[in-house]
């Protein structure tokens, strides 16, 4: 059983920096991502990030924030800098098993206030 541990949620202001970590069980996973989703909106890709360090961003965050991982500690990182309001949401860590399956995290609150 996989286990993805989320932590470094919180409340800050706008223009300010939050990282997120997840630390996950098991196996070195080929692709660790984030998602989020906002209040009455669907869960949306915000970054992943392959075993061999290749990122993809949605085009909201990109210049913003930087995904990271280090596999010795089968951890992915989200630095997130200047933030804004519209980033609020619960961030969710995945890591996908196949084209329509993944484990999820428990997910991080993430509140940015004006």
């Known amino acids: 059983q996989v286990q993805l541990v989320e932590s470094g949620g919180g409340l800050v202001q706008a223009g300010g920096s939050l990282r997120l970590s997840c630390a996950a069980s098991g196996s070195i996973f080929a692709i660790m991502g984030w998602y989020r989703q906002a209040p009455g909106k669907q869960r949306e890709l915000v970054a992943t990030?392959?075993?061999?360090?290749?990122?993809n961003y949605a085009d909201s965050v990109k210049g913003r924030f930087t995904i990271s991982r280090d596999n010795a500690k089968n951890t992915v990182y989200l630095f997130m800098n200047s933030l804004k309001p519209e980033d609020t949401a619960v961030y969710y860590c995945?890591?996908?098993?196949?084209?329509?399956?993944?484990?999820w995290g428990q997910g991080t609150q993430v509140t940015v206030s004006s």
């Open positions: 995945t890591v996908p098993t196949s084209s329509t399956t993944a484990y």
């Open positions: 990030i392959t075993n061999g360090g290749r990122t």
